[in-house]
Each structure stands twice: as structure tokens, then as C-alpha cells.
Antibody, heavy 117, light 110 residues
Framework: EVQLVESGGALVQPGGSLRLSCAAS????????MNWVRQAPGKGLEWIAH????????YYADSVKGRFTISRDNARNSVSLQMNSLRVEDTAIYYC??????????WGRGTMVTVSS | QSALTQPPSVSGSPGQSVAISCTGT?????????VSWYQQPPGSAPRLLIV???RRPSGVPDRFSGSKSGNTASLTISGLQPEDEADYYC??????????FGGGTKVTVL
């Protein structure tokens, strides 16, 4: 059974940093790209980052480019999102999702990030 | 990258069919068949319903179907059931190697 479990969400002040992690199991991790998708309270889904299976291709949404960094450790079956210079508008549930045929076919339950003073 | 355009809400009675449109541009929906649809019940994570415009992953009921014409993709729910009440999102790969979601459509079963 495919499982994705996010962790690391917290309350952080504007300008602060946070690192999210996603532990994957139930599939061959290094054969799939991974995505991070977020959802602000009461709002829709927003794709924010993608990393390919071997980390050769990395893409970001304009809203986080230069502030967030996605990475993965295939030996540990995990993907991370380093978030710097956090803004109030980054407040959201952050989902980790497996990429398959340019879609996110499995999702974690998400981790909540709140940016507030 | 601007969000894809979806109607905010659609509704139907049990057994009826409803369709949700998803309008993009020649840079995303119109250019690629990498269009997917997701269902998100309240308080839950999204679930993949349709991949590559019209393909249903294993376990998705066949009352969900997808199509595309030009810059607009559509999700049709045939034989609406109470458990179909949820938010639905479309998504497309884009020519700037990013992904974009629609704003979401709330489906209400009357």
C-alpha cells in the first residue's frame, strides 16, 4: 500500500524558515517524481514544486521560486521542502504527492504551516 | 501561470449527470494531454480521478469520465450519488514545465 506521511508543519514568524519532510513507503521510490502541493485555508490547490525520480529535474511555481528548495533522499525514501523567507500568504496545508503520468496519483494527509507574528 | 478556469459550483439530483468545465490556454490544456482531475471531500486530501484527459486509475468508478476539446477539458459525473458531493479540481502540465490547478468546483447533490 502506497503511503506518504508529511511532517514538520508548525507556527513560524514571517521571515522565518521551516523544513517539511515526507516519508514514502509501499512503492519503488526512485522510480517516481514527487510533488509538493499546498492549500491555503478555504482556498484551492496550488502546485508549488516537483522533483524528478533521480533529482535531475526540479521545477518551482513562481510564488515560491528562490525561497523554497525541494530535495529528495532515495536511500531514505523521503522528499523534503526547505522553506525560507516565509510570508503570511504561505500559510497552508502542505501535501506531498507521488507523480505518475504528469499527475499526482497518491497524496499524503498534509501538514499545516502557519506563518504569523 | 494563471489558474485554470472552473465554475465555482454545480449541482444535481441523485441519478442525474453533471459536467464540470476546465478552461485553460494553448500553453497548457490546449497543448498537452496531461490533464488530470481530483476529488476532495471536506476535510480530506485530494484523490486522483482522471489522468491523461480521460483515463481512470484503478478503483475509480466508471461514472466519472473525462474529455477535452481545444483549450477546455471536462469532467462528467454520470448517475450522481450522494457520496460524490465534494470539491473537484482540474490540473494541467504547462509549457513552462510547471503544473497549474483550476480554482475548484463544489458539487452539491440536491
Amino acid at each position: 500500500e502506497v503511503q506518504l506521511v508529511e511532517s514538520g508543519g508548525a507556527l513560524v514568524q514571517p521571515g522565518g524558515s521551516l523544513r517539511l519532510s515526507c516519508a514514502a513507503s509501499g512503492f519503488i521510490f526512485d522510480r517516481h517524481g514527487m510533488n509538493w502541493v499546498r492549500q491555503a485555508p478555504g482556498k484551492g490547490l496550488e502546485w508549488i514544486a516537483h522533483i524528478s525520480d533521480k533529482s535531475l529535474s526540479i521545477y518551482y511555481a513562481d510564488s515560491v521560486k528562490g525561497r523554497f528548495t525541494i530535495s529528495r533522499d532515495n536511500a531514505r525514501n523521503s522528499v523534503s521542502l526547505q522553506m525560507n523567507s516565509l510570508r503570511v500568504e504561505d500559510t497552508a496545508i502542505y501535501y506531498c504527492a507521488r507523480d505518475n503520468y504528469w499527475a499526482s496519483d497518491y497524496w499524503g494527509r498534509g501538514t499545516m504551516v502557519t506563518v504569523s507574528s | 501561470q494563471s489558474a485554470l478556469t472552473q465554475p465555482p459550483s454545480v449541482s444535481g439530483s441523485p441519478g442525474q449527470s453533471v459536467a464540470i468545465s476546465c478552461t485553460g490556454t494553448r500553453s497548457d490544456v490546449g497543448r498537452y494531454n496531461h490533464v488530470s482531475w481530483y476529488q476532495q471531500p471536506p476535510g480530506s486530501a485530494p484523490r486522483l480521478l482522471i489522468v491523461e484527459v480521460s483515463r481512470r486509475p484503478s478503483g475509480v468508478p466508471d461514472r466519472f469520465s473525462g474529455s477535452k476539446s481545444g483549450n477546455t477539458a471536462s469532467l462528467t459525473i454520470s448517475g450522481l450519488q450522494p457520496e460524490d458531493e465534494a470539491d473537484y479540481y482540474c490540473s494541467s502540465f504547462t509549457d513552462t514545465t510547471t503544473w497549474v490547478f483550476g480554482g475548484g468546483t463544489k458539487v452539491t447533490v440536491l
